[in-house]
């Protein structure tokens, strides 16, 4: 992260950095789109996840009205008054958290709220132990996880069909197993006027530069931009034009592990707006805490090693959360 100049009083632990000029992706011809619903979406959701660990959905079978009534439950939430947010946090690390992110001085201008998820059979749904403000989130909450899941789920066994992993279930079933670890998260990013003072090269952190640890994360945004990707062939930051219509798919380090690189992970952040508030809800599909994270020994060629020593979920959500959103999470467990 290039820090560019020191942040006005209210922007104060907030990093400043370069946003994407528009040479800056000239090469890049857009963010891959994979319909859901065609005969070779197997195909394109692999190579998108090889090129780019990063790509949309459309035609994904969520409806319409099931994201509608979401994100209207989550403006709503983030529009009352300070004290009634504030009584769902502060997050550690679930609930209702205002700027710090974790638990290690990671900081960012959003609010968020953060909720753990059970899931069973079909469903999943908000865990009794995260706190929510009102029953009508609640509610919106577990028919939009649901559905969503379906995404990554399809998303986790179209990798598969294509790897040639057996069953076809063998990473979708890591997601709707009853121990899985699933967690979701609302995000909202204020308009931010302080960066009209600001040189046109600087932004400022909205969340900082990251990858996900789960297996995949399927994001929602309304239409105001700021995300941004690195891409895998040489680091450049791109921004990610928003698409209220699609659903962004993020590859995890788990899968990345459970590939044995072949699926990379990818960092991405967001960047402050200074007129518009952005809104993001993002399903974090990962593994039951006793699940072996190594490679899928039908992964190895012959003769290929292992990248990464025996681990698993749990032990890499642990270490996940000692460490800063920067820091490249998976090299503690590979091997030497």
Same mark, same amino acid.
């Given at each position: 992260m290039v820090v560019l100049a #020191?942040?006005?009083?209210a922007l104060d632990q907030i990093s400043l950095l370069r946003s994407p000029q528009p040479g800056d992706a000239a090469s890049f011809f857009g963010v891959p789109a994979v319909d859901l619903s065609s005969p070779g979406a197997a195909l394109a959701v692999?190579? *998108?996840?090889?090129?780019?660990?990063?790509?949309?959905?459309?035609?994904? /079978?969520v409806p319409t009205g099931v994201v509608d009534r979401l994100e209207a439950? $989550?403006?709503r939430f983030f529009a009352s008054p300070q004290a009634e947010k504030d009584a769902c946090g502060p997050a550690n690390p679930l609930g209702y958290g205002n700027k710090r992110i974790g638990r290690n001085g990671d900081m960012g201008w959003?609010?968020?709220?953060?909720? @753990?998820?059970? *899931? /069973?059979?079909? $469903?999943? &749904?908000?865990? #009794? *132990?995260?706190?929510?403000?009102? &029953?009508?989130?609640?509610? $919106?909450?577990?028919?939009?996880?649901? @559905?969503?899941?379906?995404? @990554?789920?399809?998303?986790? !066994? #179209?990798? *598969? !069909?294509?790897?040639g992993v057996a069953p076809r279930d063998a990473l979708s079933g890591m997601v709707t197993d009853a121990a899985s670890d699933q967690v979701f998260r609302i995000n909202h990013y204020p308009a931010c006027p302080l960066l009209q003072r600001l040189p046109d090269a600087c932004g400022v952190t909205g969340f900082g530069e990251h990858t996900d640890p789960q297996l995949v994360s399927v994001l929602r945004s309304n239409g105001t931009a700021g995300l941004q990707v690195a891409l895998h062939d040489d680091g450049r930051w791109v921004p990610v034009p928003p698409d209220r219509d699609a659903f962004?798919?993020?590859?995890?380090?788990?899968?990345? @592990?459970?590939?044995?690189?072949?699926? #990379?992970?990818?960092?991405?952040r967001v960047v402050a707006n200074s007129l518009k508030p952005r809104v993001s809800m993002i399903y974090f599909a990962g593994p039951a805490p006793g699940q072996r994270m190594a490679p899928l020994p039908q992964l190895l060629g012959h003769g290929e090693q292992s990248l990464y020593r025996d681990f698993t979920w749990g032990d890499y959500k642990k270490a996940a959360y000692r460490s800063r959103l920067g820091d490249n999470r998976l090299d503690p467990f590979r091997i030497q």
């Open positions: #020191k942040p006005p009083p692999v190579d *998108a996840c090889e090129r780019f660990g990063f790509f949309k959905v459309v035609n994904h /079978g439950e $989550a403006v959003l609010e968020y709220l953060l909720l @753990a998820l059970d *899931a /069973g059979g079909h $469903a999943s &749904s908000v865990s #009794k *132990a995260s706190p929510v403000p009102s &029953s009508s989130l609640r509610d $919106a909450v577990n028919q939009y996880v649901t @559905a969503v899941r379906g995404v @990554a789920t399809s998303v986790l !066994e #179209k990798v *598969a !069909e294509v790897l962004f798919v993020i590859v995890g380090d788990s899968l990345q @592990a459970l590939t044995n690189g072949r699926l #990379k992970s990818v960092r991405h």
